[in-house]
């Protein structure tokens, strides 16, 4: 898709946009905005966090990295853009919930179980990144059997790894404090887009439900 195209269609949603869009929008650019959920997401393109969450512009702080990996707390980092996210929407924006969502058929998991064979120039950022999920991949590989299918390996790690992407928000002090005080709640999805449907992981049960 051409940038012109791209042009186009932004002339074409200010033309088409509603009464009720153009009364929200103005109240979020004289209030700001308030959202009460930070979603952790994919770069995939096919996950799109306001349409399969039925949510409007101004509902969700979105952050969407690869793999929806989140990176742990380090004040060291020279260039923390996904620990920044956190910490803007935490600290300044209070969100009430943060959402860490996987999905099916995703690159970047696939990617865990072939990272060696990624060129270390070309993706030498990217191979660094994905070591973010190798915790998951080292656990799956341990649960599987003879009769795993690919498809049941890849979704388990991408379930997993969502999960342990939350125990990573919490080596944030400001997560950890509000999670403690009861007032920040962390949640990992799973997002099927074959189905459309997303399901949630039960910390009681350690499983995904719908």
């Known amino acids: 898709m051409t940038d012109s195209k791209l042009i186009e269609g932004n002339r074409e949603f200010v033309k088409d946009i509603s009464t009720e869009l153009d009364a929200k929008m103005t109240i979020l650019t004289v209030k700001g905005q308030s959202p009460k959920t930070l979603f952790i997401g994919c ?5 799109a966090p ?8 101004g509902d969700l702080f979105i952050s969407r990295t690869i793999g929806n990996f989140v990176s742990p707390y380090d004040p060291d980092a020279s260039y923390p853009a996904s620990a920044s996210a ?4 935490v600290s300044a924006l209070n969100v009430e ?8 058929h995703c690159g970047a998991i696939a990617g865990l179980f072939g990272l060696d064979t990624l060129d270390d120039r ?13 915790k998951a991949k080292d656990e799956v590989l341990k649960l599987i059997t003879k009769d795993t299918s690919e498809r049941e390996k890849l979704e388990m790690t991408e379930k997993l790894s969502a999960v342990y992407q ?13 999670v403690e005080e009861g ?8 997002y099927n887009i074959d189905t459309g449907i997303v399901s ?8 995904f439900v719908i």
């Open 97 to 104: 919930t943060i959402v860490v969502c996987g999905h099916t």
């Open 166 to 178: 939350l125990d990573n928000l919490l080596t944030y002090p400001a997560v950890k404090k509000r």
């Open 43 to 47: 770069c995939d393109s096919r996950v």
């Open 183 to 190: 007032t920040l709640t962390l949640n990992a999805w799973h």
């Open 50 to 57: 306001n349409i399969i969450t039925n949510t409007h512009i």
């Open 200 to 207: 949630r992981y039960d910390s009681k049960t350690k499983e």
């Open 86 to 89: 956190v910490e803007y929407a």
């Open 122 to 134: 070309e993706f030498s950022n990217t191979k660094k990144w994905l070591s973010l999920g190798t």
